[in-house]
């Protein structure tokens, strides 16, 4: 049981170039999550799904964009790269909305930097 | 809208003693989650503690216990007989829940910097 992985650990993108943030779990949780954290800072919430085929948006949509074809996958695209995303990226899963199962597994970042 | 406030931006504690984070937080909602999460210098986000707003009784997890005032919106963590594998952040959480398909997402407050020192 791996958990909650996510693909890179790292990654130094140019300003204007994209690239998608891989995020899988295999713990069948119906529910994950993107959170940003910026230095000194607690994470903030980016996007989340409920389960395949809808996502929302969190605090801090812009510049970002998701999609869940299946309950193991939730990548997260960055498009034309800048400055201000420069940061560390969480995903997190979640069984649900069930009483006791609303923990959230977090995977281990991505920390990317954006020049 | 909800907000989770940490007023100590660093700490440190002789090994073996006791320390105790602050955390306060501000919602209108009556029933609600929240948790204590360490972040060591490995980055990985590890949940060391929560509580259900209905609860009355305080949580505890081995060393780790927490002092949770409803009427003041408070929810301080306490370790015990600190070690030196508690140097982390601390993140102090709170989550709405989850019905009707909200999202009980996480609110996070900016961490407080433990230090155990030897």
């Known amino acids: 049981n791996a958990g909650v992985t996510q693909t890179p650990k790292f990654r130094i993108l140019k300003i204007g170039q994209s690239m998608t943030l891989q995020c899988a779990q295999d713990m069948n949780h119906n529910y994950m999550y993107w959170y940003r954290q910026d230095p000194g800072m607690g994470l903030k919430l980016i996007y989340y799904s409920v389960g395949a085929g809808i996502t929302d948006k969190g605090e801090v949509p812009n510049g970002y964009n998701v999609s869940r074809s299946t309950t193991e996958d939730f990548p997260l695209r960055l498009e034309l790269a800048a400055p201000s995303q420069t940061s560390v990226y969480f995903c997190a899963s979640s069984y649900g909305r069930l009483a006791g199962a609303y923990e959230q597994y977090f995977g281990p970042g991505t920390r990317l930097t954006v020049t | 809208a909800q907000t989770v406030t940490q007023s100590q931006p660093e700490m440190s504690v002789q090994e073996a003693e006791t320390v105790t984070l602050s955390c306060t937080y501000d919602?209108?909602?009556?029933?609600?989650?929240l948790f204590w999460y360490k972040q060591p210098p490995s980055r990985q986000m590890i949940l060391v503690i929560r509580q259900e707003a209905y609860k009355q009784q305080n949580a505890t997890e081995n060393r780790f216990s927490v002092n949770f005032q409803k009427a003041a919106k408070s929810f301080s963590l306490k370790i015990s007989d600190s070690q030196l594998g508690d140097t982390a952040m601390y993140f102090c959480?709170?989550?709405?829940?989850?019905?009707?398909?909200?999202?009980?997402?996480?609110?996070f407050g900016k961490g407080t910097k433990l230090s155990v020192k030897p």
């Open positions: 959480a709170f989550m709405k829940p989850n019905y009707g398909g909200s999202q009980g997402n996480l609110i």
């Open positions: 919602t209108s909602e009556s029933n609600y989650y």
